[in-house]
């Protein structure tokens, strides 16, 4: 393998751009910061003709509905729901509720949690605009 350090940056469109996401880890600031962040990331290079792949399947269970509208097409949309189906038969299987395997907060935790998100999703898109100008 090449030595990084020899390779030189070239510029490219970022429609030529493939990106892969994965939770890194769930903590306090994942549904606040990082979550928010990835996903205005992604809008952005999907917007330019890029892709944007998801690790981990059990990551989009619960929120299908939402990617679903947001599929390319229906196709597209179709498969989504066919893999989350798959996912949760699989785990049924084996005993085990993905879609209720990670823990809710209380209503007035998720209002707070929601109300601090929104705010920082409201930075950082502003953020997102000022240096992409």
Same mark, same amino acid.
């Given at each position: 393998?090449?030595?990084a350090?020899a390779e030189?940056?070239k510029?490219?469109?970022?429609?030529?751009?493939?990106?892969g996401?994965?939770?890194?880890? *769930? #903590?306090t600031?994942?549904?606040? =910061? &990082?979550?928010?962040?990835?996903?205005?990331?992604?809008d $952005?290079?999907?917007g330019?003709g890029?892709?944007?792949?998801?690790?981990?399947?059990?990551?989009?269970?619960?929120?299908e509905?939402?990617?679903?509208?947001r599929?390319a097409?229906?196709?597209? *949309? #179709?498969?989504l729901?066919?893999i =989350? &189906?798959?996912?949760?038969?699989?785990?049924?299987?084996? $005993?085990?509720?993905i879609?209720?395997?990670?823990?809710?907060l209380?209503?007035?935790e998720?209002?707070?949690?929601?109300?601090?998100?929104?705010r920082l999703?409201?930075?950082i898109?502003?953020a997102?605009?000022?240096w992409?100008t």
């Amino acid at each position: 393998m090449k030595d990084a350090s020899a390779e030189h940056r070239k510029e490219f469109s970022a429609s030529e751009l493939t990106i892969g996401i994965k939770c890194g880890a *769930s #903590d306090t600031t994942s549904g606040i =910061v &990082s979550n928010p962040a990835t996903g205005v990331a992604a809008d $952005r290079i999907i917007g330019c003709g890029g892709r944007v792949i998801f690790g981990e399947t059990t990551e989009i269970i619960g929120a299908e509905h939402i990617l679903g509208k947001r599929a390319a097409n229906k196709k597209v *949309s #179709d498969s989504l729901y066919e893999i =989350v &189906s798959r996912m949760e038969k699989e785990g049924n299987r084996m $005993r085990v509720n993905i879609r209720g395997s990670q823990p809710r907060l209380k209503t007035s935790e998720e209002d707070f949690r929601a109300s601090r998100r929104n705010r920082l999703v409201h930075y950082i898109r502003q953020a997102v605009r000022h240096w992409s100008t």
